[in-house]
């Protein structure tokens, strides 16, 4: 056999492998942007991008190609593009993904691969199966106690997605910190309202319990309200829009939920009617 059809030959198996490499290739990386899951895959010869299962970016993927970007609208951000970067590690042909929404960088984390069958007879290696929505889970914030009320983690989910907004400022994270703190002693103090020790008191008293009930759950609801009016102004912020009202509305709602522990009034003034009995 001719040395020339020898050397094109293997040039053209070499080809052949690094075609069906770039096919069959299977890198996955996962993100958490704004509370939204991210999902990035080198996937059929295809790079796509997918936000909460929804596909934003699907394009072909070639060797040489370090770019890729799509337009995109979000309900906060408005119109904007999601684009990728390939970035080169070292002179062996390594790379990662660099990601952007808009102006906005996303951290992208490479899911764990391994050597599979048959995928490793063309030299890949594949991502487990569930991976992913493991990664999104130790990317979420840490898990937050019940408090007796699916209320509570409702408004935490809602203030952890408030606080990973771009337009969150110093003053704003710390409004929401002082907003949930509030949140969590009025549940807590609708927990001890709602022991059996405090059931077990005597008639005389119910109406004192009644009452302190029903001022708790009163803040509760305020509190609640608060969150709703800075997810609001934080959404606000982010359209250029006015935000003064909503924000208004929440630090009036911190200085009325400052008042004494209901919890604690309620102690102080049973001891006493016991005393004059």
């Not at 990386?29 to 991008?49: C, S």
């Not at 110093?170 to 549940?187: I, P, S, V």
Request: proline letters at 3%.
């Amino acid at each position: 056999m001719e040395p020339v059809t020898l050397i094109v030959g293997a040039l053209a198996a070499a080809s052949g492998l690094g075609g069906l490499q770039l096919w069959f290739s299977d890198r996955q990386w996962a993100a958490l942007w704004r509370g939204h899951r991210v999902h990035v895959r080198h996937f059929r010869g295809q790079v796509v991008v997918e936000i909460d299962g929804q596909m934003v970016l699907s394009q072909h993927r070639r060797f040489y190609r370090k770019n890729h970007s799509e337009a995109w609208h979000h309900a906060a951000v408005g119109d904007t593009d999601v684009s990728l970067s390939k970035l080169n590690i070292g002179g062996q042909g390594e790379y990662t993904l660099s990601m952007k929404i808009g102006e906005e960088q996303v951290p992208l984390v490479e899911l764990t691969r391994s050597w599979r069958w048959p995928r490793g007879l063309l030299g890949l290696q594949t991502a487990e199966a569930g991976a992913v929505d493991a990664c999104w889970e130790r990317l979420s914030p840490t898990a937050v106690e019940p408090l007796g009320d699916a209320r509570w983690l409702a408004a935490c989910r809602l203030l952890s997605l408030t606080r990973q907004s771009a337009a969150m400022t110093d003053e704003l994270r710390e409004t929401a910190n002082l907003l949930q703190g509030a949140l969590r002693r009025a549940f807590e103090a609708r927990l001890r309202l709602g022991d059996d020790a405090m059931d077990a008191l005597g008639p005389s008293d119910a109406h004192l319990l009644d009452e302190a009930r029903t001022t708790v759950e009163s803040r509760i609801t305020e509190a609640l309200e608060a969150v709703k009016s800075l997810h609001m102004a934080v959404v606000s912020i982010e359209a250029q829009a006015d935000s003064a009202v909503e924000l208004r509305r929440v630090q009036q709602t911190l200085k009325h939920l400052d008042a004494d522990n209901e919890v604690e009034r309620f102690l102080k003034r049973h001891p006493q009617r016991v005393a004059a009995q």
